[in-house]
T-cell receptor, first 115, second 110 residues
């Protein structure tokens, strides 16, 4: 149980375009989902906390207009990187927290490359 | 500010025991989590301490001392498949791991 999927697993886009990444909890309902960013051989950086039906809470230094987060249902959160630039290239990982637990389950990640 | 410190690399042989330390300095502390991440993969949960003491889960144990702002992950009977990066993370009030440590790369040698 407690499986989280992400789609796509890899995406290459041109500078200036927008990319949407989906995060789904497959076998549980997640009131809270989290979005992280990870650079090669570096640690995870929490970008934002997403609660179903309300606005996401962004960490300091993360541009909310650039990284749009929508948590439309208890099993789906999306991250849209708007007007992507090469410096946005990174590994984006989501995690989901079941309603009855404080544990987090991570998705497999999405590798974004902006050319 | 928020900071966690971990050793960058640890090397050990199969069958050995290794301890990975984590010290933290954060505003707001609700617990310390440990995650394993293989290259190219997502982090997987290993252990969690909200209170002082030792938590044991199979070959992995985790310890926390809140007064010392210190914890460690203990891996016993090391196997080759344990070669990975290990991260400690501080939890916030909503269960979010809001600060991750820099990670410790463990290499298990035959």
């Amino acid at each position: 149980g407690a499986v989280v999927s992400q789609h796509p697993s890899r995406v290459i886009c041109k500078s200036g375009t927008s990319v949407k990444i989906e995060c789904r909890s497959l076998d549980f309902q997640a009131t809270t989902m989290f979005w992280y960013r990870q650079f090669p051989k570096k640690s995870l950086m929490l970008m934002a906390t997403s609660n179903e039906g309300s606005k996401a809470t962004y960490e300091q230094g993360v541009e909310k207009d650039k990284f749009l987060i929508n948590h439309a249902s208890l099993t789906l959160s999306t991250l849209t990187v708007t007007s992507a630039h090469p410096e946005d290239s990174s590994f984006y990982i989501c995690s989901a927290r079941p309603q009855s637990s404080y544990e987090q389950y991570f998705g497999p990640g999405t590798r974004l490359t902006v050319t | 500010g928020q900071s966690l410190e971990q050793p960058s690399e640890v090397t050990a042989v199969e069958g050995a025991i290794v301890q990975i330390n984590c010290t933290y300095q954060t505003s707001g502390f609700y617990g310390l989590s440990w995650y394993q991440q293989h290259d190219g993969g997502a982090p997987t949960f290993l252990s969690y301490n909200a209170l002082d003491g030792l938590e044991e889960t199979g070959r992995f144990s985790s310890f926390l001392s809140r007064s010392d702002s210190y914890g460690y992950l203990l891996l016993q009977e090391l196997q080759m498949k344990d070669s990975a990066s290990y991260f400690c993370a501080v939890r916030g009030p909503y269960g979010q791991n809001f600060v991750f440590g820099p990670g410790t790369r463990l290499s298990v040698l035959p």
